[in-house]
């Protein structure tokens, strides 16, 4: 991300860049908004989501819930309106919970390369295994948005800067692994549900970031594959 320089290496490519958080969409928690009276398409699957009752008919309690849920999560406009943007992250979330402990039981992750870091881009997960052996995970990722995607395919950790900071956008992305060009595990201060995505890294909590930098090192293989609701 940015402008990254190994020693004896040239830059590299900014595939992998973060936006600066006033060029991003949604990289930052939107401000209150007035609610909406408008009932949506997805109101009763959000009502659902919300633990709100569902009578699919748009309330002052529904909207001011809705908004909140937006609000957390950096979706625009959040007027509390049970659109598809709403409802997508929603129901990404609930089919990540369904994973539960078992990320690669389709066995899409290989299995013959000892210690990797896979990268699922449909579900938006990422978790670490070892063989067949989970060693962390799976969590909840932040992938490259439309234009942008995260490359799929196997890869390896050529290079980690903890400090590390894009030279083009002077964002800070702490606990940077790089295994493709400009892209990276690093962590963010944002929403990992917050729409539409990166510019091609994987984007981490800190907690997750700290944890990937402890249990991966260079050398390490990655893992992506799948691809991005939206994408």
Not at 160 to 187: C, E, K, L, W
């Amino acid at each position: 991300m940015g402008d990254i320089r190994r020693r004896g290496a040239v830059a590299l490519g900014i595939t992998g860049l973060v936006a600066p958080l006033t060029l991003a969409l949604g990289t930052t928690p939107a401000q209150a908004a007035s609610c909406t009276t408008q009932t949506g398409p997805y109101q009763k699957q959000v009502e659902k989501f919300l633990g709100r009752p569902v009578d699919g008919r748009q309330s002052t309690a529904d909207c001011k819930a809705i908004q909140a849920f937006q609000t957390k999560h950096g979706i625009t406009p959040n007027i509390g309106y049970a659109g598809s943007i709403t409802w997508g992250v929603m129901d990404l979330m609930n089919k990540q919970k369904a994973v539960g402990s078992n990320p690669n039981k389709d066995g899409k992750c290989p299995v013959n390369k000892g210690r990797i870091a896979c990268v699922d881009l449909t579900l938006q997960l990422s978790w670490i295994q070892d063989g067949s052996t989970l060693v962390y995970g799976p969590v909840p990722v932040r992938t490259g948005r439309d234009g942008y995607e995260t490359r799929t395919g196997l890869k390896k950790i050529y290079w980690r800067d903890i400090d590390h900071v894009s030279t083009i956008y002077n964002v800070p992305m702490p606990y940077s692994q790089f295994f493709d060009g400009g892209q990276a595990f690093h962590s963010v201060g944002l929403s990992m549900w917050n729409p539409p995505g990166s510019h091609g890294c994987v984007n981490m909590t800190t907690a997750t970031a700290k944890k990937y930098w402890s249990l991966l090192k260079n050398g390490d293989d990655v893992f992506v594959y799948g691809r991005k609701p939206g994408t």
